[in-house]
């Protein structure tokens, strides 16, 4: 069975309300694959024959992806659970008949939807299910015992929340580490005796605080590797990495936890971004015949499951429903409650209230946290707007 696989990375205009939307507009055709790149979500799709970009399909803009000659289905296989919206599907023989969509992962249900002339219109298909790890897409009855499969403008929510690492929110020197906080995630980084954070006023694109080897500015301690490590497994994305003295030399870093490679980045001028782009890492340590390290900006992504191990000492007493939700959410079983608190993918606070019943119709269809706040800690949730 041949597969292609979209990989999707940091495209922000895809990205609206906390969805992605799939257009394949910078999909890349190998032969037999076809990848495509935004907001680190990976996705393989695999059918029994080869798959290939069509551009401007019936009234359809722009390049859509199929398969064709096949009697079989064409799957979609996520490296993460996600929240799948929606999705044009398109059958390419013109023909009005039947798609089946069947998920896995979550409580979702099967969707049947049939196609006017193969859909050339670009129709919506509302499928509304959490937490899916794929999905299939088969075609019944299909003309000439064929069918040509294909899909344009998939719409999920990704299942993961970023955090940025850059030494400014709240930095704790320990004297031979340097510890942060934010959302439950610790990051702790060692290695030398004097590690500490210093403000470098942006030098090599820095922004404020970096986390800095030999006692910040004018040190003296020399290091041959420094340690990131985290509380709970992340998703590593990148790190803008800095050399002291702005040497144009490499930076090696090896991850220990998930299923990821070394990456050697090599520093222009003493400072580069490397993306590492690694899943469930608990450490990583960098390597260089440098001296001076230094780091900023370090940027994961963090599930929602992984955020809930902050308020594991707190009681998981309340009851939210419904979830998806359309208009009002309920909080229920919540002692003493103080505020409530709803972010968007990005981290936004877009609602905060103090009642057990939140009216949420102003908000988008997407992925959100709710933070419980009672005189017992903070609870965490994450609900479905649909």
């Known amino acids: 069975m041949k597969k292609f696989t979209i990989l999707f990375l940091a495209l922000a205009f895809n990205s609206v309300s906390g969805q992605i939307i799939f257009e394949c507009n910078t999909a890349v055709d190998e032969g037999n694959s076809v990848t495509e790149t935004i907001d680190g979500i990976i ?58 969509f069947t998920p896995t992962g979550g409580n979702n249900s099967v969707v049947t939807t049939s196609l006017f002339q193969g859909n050339r219109h670009g129709d919506v298909i509302d499928l509304n299910w959490v937490d899916v790890s794929s999905f299939t897409i088969t075609a019944l009855n299909p003309p000439y015992g064929q069918a040509q499969i294909g899909f344009d403008n998939l719409s999920v929510t990704s299942n993961t929340f970023p955090v940025v690492f850059d030494w400014d929110t709240a930095p704790v020197d320990n004297g031979d580490n340097v510890t942060e906080t934010i959302d439950g995630i610790t990051a702790t980084v060692s290695g030398v005796p004097d590690l500490t954070f210093d403000n470098l006023g942006g030098t090599f694109g820095s922004s404020a605080n970096v986390v800095i080897s030999g006692g910040g500015a004018g040190g003296t301690t020399d290091a041959t590797s420094i340690t990131f490590s985290f509380n709970v497994p992340v998703n590593v994305v990148s790190i803008l990495a800095m050399d002291g003295n702005g040497s144009s030399i490499d930076y090696t870093f090896t991850p220990t936890g998930g299923s990821n490679s070394p990456v050697v980045q090599s520093l222009s001028g003493g400072f580069a971004t490397a993306n590492l782009n690694w899943t469930d890492v608990t450490s990583f340590t960098v390597t260089s015949t440098g001296s001076w390290f230094a780091f900023d900006n370090l940027n994961l992504t963090v599930s929602n499951d992984v955020l809930s191990v902050a308020d594991e000492d707190v009681p998981q007493k309340a009851f939210v429903y419904p979830n998806p939700v359309e208009n009002t959410l309920y909080i229920k079983n919540s002692l003493d409650l103080k505020s409530i608190y709803v972010y968007n993918h990005l981290g936004q606070l877009v609602l905060q209230s103090k009642e057990a019943t939140i009216d949420v119709r102003h908000l988008s269809q997407g992925l959100y946290v709710l933070q419980i706040h009672t005189s017992q800690g903070i609870e965490t949730k994450r609900i479905i707007k649909k």
């Open 43 to 100: 996705l393989t799709a695999s059918a029994d024959v080869n798959v290939y970009i069509i551009n401007n399909f019936g009234t359809m803009t722009g390049p859509s992806v199929f398969t064709s000659g096949t009697t079989g289905a064409l799957t979609f296989t996520f490296n993460q659970p996600v929240a799948v919206n929606s999705i044009s599907p398109l059958e390419g023989w013109n023909q009005s008949l039947d798609f089946v």
